[in-house]
């Protein structure tokens, strides 16, 4: 059992090797990576497609209209954004808005169940068609399934999925401002019901110990040597660099 205080640890851990990813071609035309933000121990989480304009200059989830108008949703059902946390299906925008190419979710994959792993969430809300395909694991359009809740095992994870529209169609399409104030209005139940079965642990076999071989004699002074934790004197006096994205994982 890892205390919320780890995991919010490794979760930064998960940020810090995202921050630098370069595993997929959008590393080279982002400005920043999205990782996600908000309350690293949050019973909901939500998931959208890919950071626009906005979010790849500020480097946080829905900064821009949508986001505005998930914040009015989230209000209405009594939540604010340090209630949860926000992550999308790419953590790079692509160029122009285009949608996410099959590589690149599937790169980027592993950073999402990451973050469901360390935030152990109760709840996940899919924003749009990318998000909801992706973590029911099924091409079913967001037309069909949203508003209906279902549990997922992610990862070692169960939640509960609820699939909505992303608000961004609801920039486009009022009407659908109805249709995505009924979904969110399920989420206060949702968040009450019992957290769902979770699968069993998984059980790992005991790697047996192997005696190290002995080191060779060194013919160099032992003084200079340093073993792997150890850095080198030179690397441990350099000043660190100053992190100007302190503050872009936005944690509650
Ligand atoms: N749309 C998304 O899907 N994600 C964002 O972060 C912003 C807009």
Redesign the pocket.
Not at 48 to 52: D, K, R, S, T, W
């Given at each position: 059992m890892t205390s919320a205080v780890e995991r919010r640890e490794q979760l930064k851990e998960v940020w810090q090797e995202a921050r630098t990813c370069t595993k997929c071609p959008l590393s080279e035309t982002r400005q920043t990576v999205?990782f996600g933000a908000g309350n690293a121990d949050a019973d909901l989480m939500f998931v959208?497609?890919?950071?626009?304009a906005?979010?790849d200059r500020g480097g946080?989830?829905?900064?821009?209209q949508?986001?505005r108008l998930l914040d009015r949703l989230l209000e209405e059902v009594g939540l604010e954004r340090g209630d949860v946390f926000?992550a999308?299906?790419l953590k790079c925008r692509p160029p122009n808005n285009r949608d996410p190419r099959p590589t690149e979710i599937e790169t980027c994959r592993d950073y999402l169940h990451r973050q469901v792993e360390l935030i152990e969430p109760k709840v996940i809300c899919t924003?749009?068609n990318?998000?909801t395909k992706l973590l029911r694991d099924d091409p079913t359009g967001i037309s069909k399934v949203h508003g209906n809740p279902e549990v997922v095992v992610l990862g070692r994870r169960a939640v509960t999925i609820l699939p909505i529209y992303?608000?961004?169609a609801a920039l486009y399409t009022p009407s659908m401002l109805d249709t995505l104030r009924a979904d969110f209005a399920q989420l206060p139940d949702l968040l009450a019901a019992p957290l769902p079965p979770q699968p069993a642990p998984e059980v790992f076999e005991p790697v047996p110990e192997v005696e190290p071989e002995p080191e060779p004699e060194a013919e160099d002074s032992p003084e200079v040597a340093h073993t792997p934790e150890e850095p080198p004197a030179a690397a441990a006096a350099e000043e660190p660099e100053p992190d100007v994205h302190q503050d872009q994982l936005g944690l509650f």
């Open positions: 999205v959208g497609e890919a950071p626009g906005n979010e946080l989830p829905f900064i821009g949508a986001g926000i999308n299906v924003l749009g990318f998000s992303h608000p961004a």
